[in-house]
């Protein structure tokens, strides 16, 4: 049996067409190793797109070529798919550099094409080795079944049969066993304790002697939060006078409930005085628990420390993971904490209360924007968020991205003028409103090349409304939007990316300074003491 009989022309034809799009420039630079990976799956799914046609064509009982005509067929096609991919590969260099380029990181010489050639070879054969046991165990049923049933009957059963047992391995087997170790992994970091990051001494910090939150089960990120945070000298060297910031965190073993740990945070909120403090943020952590450092730290300057910020755990996975298997974890925990500290905010004097914001970075971002309801605190709001990167899947920004002000891009849009709801980015943004921005603010910080924020299913089918032009600074001009292909190439992006800081899903402290600055308008700041803000928080090293 030669090759012609393994392979199929018409699925070799196209996937060689979806191998050579994904080769062309997406949101992220990719490595030799990652491209490969996306090539592969590429041609998998072209492959397997054009094997579907060509049953679809027989199916049908449609006239197909003889055996002559399919030998040479099968040859001319082989030379094209030869010619297609030296040629793709050749360029594959330039197109990631006009990556690379736009975010200030060092051309490379090549993208290892041989290296993404023999990667992409074995992803794809190992999707051909499994089409191949799908369809052997597909004829297996059909043939079971087509004495017993109509013969278009038993192709459904049998097709049924087949998707439920690859599902059940699939789900069941591989999915769980990973997870599980994963799991495992995950769950030994967050109870590392580094041994050179002791705990407080003062009984006026979380986590310290007389805490209601003990320092051990704060898990690895929230130690760090509290730790590693800038003190009153180091405020005081920009700001000229500083308080110690106040810090409060709620790690995922301080209790089994997210309604008792959201008890315990702001029980430890009001004993070490945060509701005294001007402003008040409540953070809703990424999946691991991290709190970006940047977000926090440049709030907490433009403040003069005079600042508490108070956070609850729901995860120690990466948030892709807590994404799907604790979404609704994640989204119990920010609510409870939610109810918590507003409930009380809301009693207190509305003289002596302290300014009141969200916070959440990626999958915080997402909970944070599910832990309210708009119709439980119109009749006293509190004063705003800060969302950045958020997920494609947030309710809240798909809507106001969807209806934006005609002939503002969907990758820095403008909405009802920007009265409550302003965009911005690390070309600016927030001072773009054509209204002044109203009590309550919702700001968004995202980067054009954030394809956590921008990756979307429907990319699949239709080209995505950031791909138009003017299209972001930091998106590629030779991205093109490709049927499937550039789905792909988002989602991998979204997993294996790499950017550097200021790009992609890195977003810079500098980004984080000219966001909350418009977001609270803190008094007593102007662009020169802004820029050197910046430039220490850019410099910052804790340890």
């Known amino acids: 049996m030669g090759l012609r009989h393994f392979f199929s022309t018409a699925g070799l034809l196209v996937g060689m067409l979806f191998f050579a799009a994904s080769l062309t420039p997406s949101l992220i630079p990719r490595e030799g190793l990652v491209q490969g990976v996306i090539s592969g799956v590429a041609l998998a799914a072209g492959y397997g797109v054009g094997v579907l046609i060509v049953s679809l064509w027989r199916f ?9 005509v399919s030998r040479l067929l099968a040859r001319v096609a082989g030379v094209i798919c ?17 990556v690379r380029q736009l975010m200030g990181l060092e051309e490379v010489p090549g993208v290892r094409p041989l290296t993404v050639a023999l990667v992409a070879a074995l992803v794809f054969l190992i999707f051909l080795l499994l089409g191949k046991l799908f369809r052997k165990l597909f004829y297996f049923f059909y043939g079971k079944l087509e004495n017993r049933a109509p013969r278009r009957i038993s192709a459904i059963l049998g097709l049924l049969a087949v998707f439920w047992l690859f599902w059940a391995a699939i789900d069941g087997v591989l999915v769980s066993t990973l997870l599980h170790r994963v799991d495992g992994i995950y769950q030994r970091l967050d109870a590392n304790i580094v041994p050179d990051m002791k705990p407080p001494t003062a009984t006026d910090k979380a986590g310290g002697p007389g805490s209601l939150l003990h320092w051990n089960q704060m898990g690895h990120q929230g130690r760090r939060y509290l730790a590693l945070g800038p003190k009153a000298k180091d405020i005081a060297k920009v700001t000229g006078t500083a308080k110690d910031p106040i810090r409060v965190y709620a790690g995922l073993n301080a209790a089994d409930a997210p309604e008792e740990r959201a008890r315990l945070a702001l029980e430890e909120l009001k004993r070490v005085g945060g509701f005294d403090r001007s402003v008040l943020i409540l953070i809703t952590p ?46 119990e925990t920010a609510a409870a904490l939610f109810r918590s500290i507003y409930g009380y905010w809301r009693e207190l004097p509305k003289q002596t209360r302290p300014k009141l914001y969200l916070f959440g970075l990626s999958l915080g971002a997402l909970n944070s924007d599910r832990s309210f309801d708009f119709f439980d605190i119109v009749d006293d709001p509190f004063h705003g968020a800060l969302w950045t990167g958020p997920p494609f899947r947030s309710d809240t920004w798909r809507e106001v991205t969807a209806e934006r002000d005609e002939g503002s891009p969907a990758w820095l849009p403008q909405f009802r003028g920007g009265a409550m ?24 910080l995202q980067h054009g ?95």
């Open 60 to 68: 049908l009982e449609l006239p197909v070529a003889s055996e002559r």
């Open 82 to 98: 030869v010619l297609i991919a030296l040629g793709f590969l050749w360029q594959a260099t330039n197109w990631q550099n006009s």
């Open 286 to 331: 990424t999946g691991t628990g991290w709190v970006d450092p940047g977000a926090i730290n440049s709030v907490e300057y433009l403040f003069g420390g005079d600042i508490a910020s108070v956070a609850a755990q729901y995860s120690y996975l990466p948030s892709p993971i807590a994404l799907m298997t604790q979404d609704a974890y994640g989204r």
């Open 421 to 444: 709801v302003r965009f911005g980015n690390h070309f600016g943004g927030y001072d773009k409103g054509k209204v002044p921005w109203g009590r309550f603010r919702i700001a968004y």
């Open 449 to 543: 090349s954030d394809p956590i924020v921008f990756f979307e299913p429907q990319a699949a089918y239709r080209q995505p409304a950031w791909m138009r032009k003017p299209r972001a600074r930091d998106v590629s001009p030779d991205l093109e939007w490709y049927p499937i292909v550039t789905m792909l190439q988002l989602a991998m992006d979204m997993h294996a990316g790499i950017a550097p800081m200021g790009f992609g899903h890195s977003y810079a402290p500098e980004d984080y300074v000219d966001a909350w600055y418009h977001l609270t308008e803190p008094e007593g700041w102007d662009a020169q003491k802004l820029k050197q803000l910046k430039e220490n928080l850019s410099q910052w090293n804790p340890r």
